[in-house]
């Protein structure tokens, strides 16, 4: 099966696409990544070299993999960091081209727009379209808390408005809905991820890691973990599943490093035979 994925891309540490392809791949899916930026690390270190691309070359690169005949063999687009809506325009006239090409590709968009206790780190516009423009398109989103918070437009305080928040969205066009981070008011000792669709939705819980604070790259790598189960199994509680024991064994692997960035190659050979494994809970 084939994947394109949209999304940033550096030269040293694992986000965006540098996080994205290998995952897939390494679950057997062929990726033709195109790349929003090229940076030499992510912005989180506060220096960095590197281009942003504008919408035309997004564009163009769709041009030239429509002309290989991709586009038609192409089973899901992924996407993640939006640098600006124009950006957002052309992966969401991929999506069209794609799915006009093969009506069963499916999209998955990441809408990365910021997370708690650093806020909203993208630019103006960027918010409205993922609202807007992305919600209403894509068949699977992933935000975290934070960012279900700004699609929804309210304040979630606890599992049953984060359930019913997720539930409006669906109503929009969107499957599923996993929410990547879900903290358990009265436990800071797990961390929690819920999957929403109009047939039910399910939990899983695991440890949580100290890992301070939390790897750059881990909602990236949760978003590619997550699809590639989906293309798999046609689950949404399976595909939650294996999505969950596949980041805890990279951030267990990072844990054990030392190291500040992903460890990406260290845990490959767990993200096909993981260590622990977690049960997914059916809520509704």
């Known amino acids: 099966m084939n994947v394109i994925s949209i999304q940033s891309h ?26 929003t930026v090229q ?12 281009d942003v691309f504008k919408a035309d070359h997004i564009a163009a690169l769709i041009d030239g ?23 957002g ?13 093969n009506p069963k590709a499916v999209y998955l968009c990441d809408p990365v727009m910021g997370d708690q206790g650093t806020g909203l780190f993208v630019r103006d516009g960027v918010p409205e379209f993922m609202r807007e423009r ?12 934070f960012e279900l918070e700004i699609l929804s437009g309210r304040k979630l305080t606890n599992e049953g408005e ?16 996993l929410v990547t981070s879900l903290e358990q008011a009265d436990d800071d000792t797990t961390m929690a991820m819920l999957a929403v669709t109009t047939e039910g939705s399910w939990r899983v819980t695991c440890p949580r890691l100290p890992t301070h604070p939390l790897t750059s790259g881990a909602g990236d ?8 189960h989906l293309l798999k199994t046609a689950s949404v509680p399976d595909a939650l599943a294996a999505a969950a024991a596949g980041i805890y064994e990279v951030l267990r692997s990072t844990l054990e ?10 845990a490959q050979e767990r993200l096909l035979t993981p260590r622990e494994r977690f049960t997914v809970e059916q809520i509704s």
Not at 135 to 145: E, Q, V
Not at 221 to 228: H, K, Q, R, T
């Open 10 to 35: 550096v030269a040293y540490g694992h986000v965006g696409n540098a996080a994205a392809v290998f995952l897939l791949q390494r679950l057997g899916f062929e990726v033709w990544p195109v790349h």
């Open 39 to 50: 940076f030499s690390n992510h912005t989180g270190y506060g220096d960095w070299q590197g």
């Open 65 to 87: 993999l429509e002309a290989r005949g991709a586009l038609a063999r192409c089973d899901a687009l992924l996407s993640g960091y939006v640098g600006d809506a124009a950006l």
């Open 89 to 101: 325009d052309a992966i969401l006239d991929a999506a069209a081209r794609i799915r006009a090409a």
């Open 134 to 145: 992305a919600l209403p398109t894509a068949d699977f989103l992933t935000p975290n808390l």
């Open 162 to 177: 984060t359930l019913q928040a997720a539930r409006e969205l669906l109503l929009q066009g969107p499957r599923a809905i």
């Open 221 to 228: 790598s949760v978003a590619a973990l997550f699809l590639g």
């Open 257 to 266: 490093s030392g190291e500040q960035e992903l460890q990406l190659i260290a």
